[in-house]
């Protein structure tokens, strides 16, 4: 009877490992499609695992996402007491001029692809400090709600190996680097609001494209 006991607390523990392992990998939106990739950049499309309902696809002109783009600057996320000192340094522009000549013609043609229940997933690369075995990555995902366009950045300015195969590297092995969080904010201040739906603030783009446009 003992043994019986054991056998069945191990299956038990093994069916419970098993359920929340999938449970977390359930989780993580998964890549159904890349529009693009190159040494520069990479736009693929991901899945969202729960509904959401995105107003995608949506026609938005290359130096349209360019602008909006352009309005965007953060400042990592730190928690008491560095976050007092940080809220004392000025947020950072996000994209430099030539970052966005690259990413806005890639994101605007994957906005044209991206089903509702997907989001546009992006990366920019450039050489890192060791050039052989890492690049410095700024990424994240854009959606659109409705009127509001949602920007996400996960990695800004970080360190992450070159290859996929790195981290398993047996002699150099160079681990991915994980997300991280930060504040965004938006200029002009007025069309970043709160999406009463999602609870997320997004860019109200078309507000804004024609203030632009019209200035």
């Not at 970052?99 to 906005?111: D, S």
């Not at 590297?169 to 009463?196: K, M, Q």
Request: hydrophobic share 40%.
């Amino acid at each position: 009877m003992p043994q019986v006991n054991v056998r069945r607390q191990s299956a038990t523990l093994l069916v419970a490992v098993l359920v929340l392992t999938g449970l977390g990998c359930a989780r993580i939106p998964y890549t159904t499609s890349v529009v693009h990739e190159d040494q520069r950049v990479a736009v693929m499309l991901q899945r969202e695992v729960t509904p959401t309902g995105y107003t995608h696809p949506v026609q938005i002109a290359p130096q349209q996402v360019a602008a909006i783009l352009r309005g965007f600057s953060l400042r990592e996320q730190q928690r008491l007491p560095l976050r007092w000192f940080a809220e004392e340094t000025p947020p950072k522009q996000i994209f430099r001029e030539d970052e966005l000549q690259i990413l806005a013609p890639q994101l605007a043609h994957a906005l044209q692809k991206v089903g509702p229940e997907e989001r546009v997933y992006f990366e920019l690369f450039a050489p890192g400090m060791n050039p052989r075995y890492r690049r410095d990555v700024i990424g994240g995902w854009v959606a659109v709600h409705d009127q509001l366009l949602h920007l996400t950045i996960d990695y800004f300015h970080v360190q992450q190996p070159v290859r996929n195969s790195d981290p398993y590297d047996y002699n150099y092995p160079t681990p991915w680097t994980p997300a991280n969080t930060y504040l965004l904010y938006f200029e002009p201040g007025r069309f970043y609001v709160t999406d009463p739906k999602t609870d997320r603030r997004g860019v109200d783009f078309w507000a804004f494209l024609k203030t632009a446009s019209s200035s």
